[in-house]
């Protein structure tokens, strides 16, 4: 199972863009790259889902480079109740999902 | 996206009680759905691999006679803390693999357990 790397905590203020980069060196070749968010006390939410290239929904964008080593997530214009941690993992539906530490995001007035 | 539901949300018990939680995929099937807990601060930790008509897979260090699945519907997942104590009060998350679009899994909102 892929590991992946994340920043521990990132700040950021309401409007502005934020990108969480996410690092997956030993991605196999058919894992998928999945972002999900998580408030306390409740169940990660699946953001957005990728497999190459870009990929965009009406809340964020996923940005692949070509050798998918790595993701990077984007959230623009974020707001208050952005705040939350986002974890980046990979592999394929069926799979065992290893969660790593997350970014914990906190966004400010 | 796809629903999952978890019942209860909360449950407070006394040790030495069995608990049981429900987790249902609302709008799709779900042949595979997964267990993991969840402490203050912490990454989610995956317990078990639960697959439908067959014994959960369980993760290593987790006591699967403690943490019986159950797995009878395409539907429905049950975990059952038996003999619970108080260092079993956690956060459990199920989550629900569904093939039929992205093929990605979604979560359920979590049960707080508290044991006394």
């Known amino acids: 199972l892929a590991k992946t790397t994340q920043p521990i905590s990132m700040d950021s203020y309401e409007g502005q863009e934020v990108n969480i980069t996410c690092s997956h060196n030993n991605i196999a070749t058919n894992d998928y790259i999945t972002w999900y968010q998580q408030f306390p006390s409740q169940g990660p939410r699946f953001i957005i889902q990728g497999y190459k290239t870009k990929v965009t929904n009406e809340v964020a964008s996923l940005f692949i480079p070509a050798d998918r080593k790595s993701s990077t997530l984007s959230l623009p214009r974020v707001s208050l109740s952005d705040t939350a941690v986002y974890y980046c993992l990979v592999g394929l539906g069926f799979q065992k999902l290893v969660f790593g530490t997350g970014t914990r995001l906190l966004v400010s007035p | 996206g796809a629903v999952v539901s978890q019942h209860p949300s909360r449950v407070i018990c006394k040790s030495g009680t069995s608990v049981k939680i429900e987790c249902r995929s609302l709008?799709?099937?779900?042949?595979?759905m997964f267990w993991y807990r969840q402490f203050p601060k912490q990454s989610l930790m995956l317990m078990a691999t639960s697959n439908e008509g067959s014994k959960a897979t369980y993760e290593q260090g987790v006591e699967k006679d403690k943490f019986l699945i159950n797995h009878a519907s395409l539907t429905l997942s049950t975990l059952t803390v038996t003999s619970a104590h108080p260092e079993d009060s956690s956060f459990y998350i199920c989550s629900a693999r569904d093939y039929s679009g992205e093929d990605t899994q979604y979560f359920g909102p979590g049960t707080r357990l508290t044991v006394l």
């Open positions: 709008d799709f099937q779900a042949t595979t």
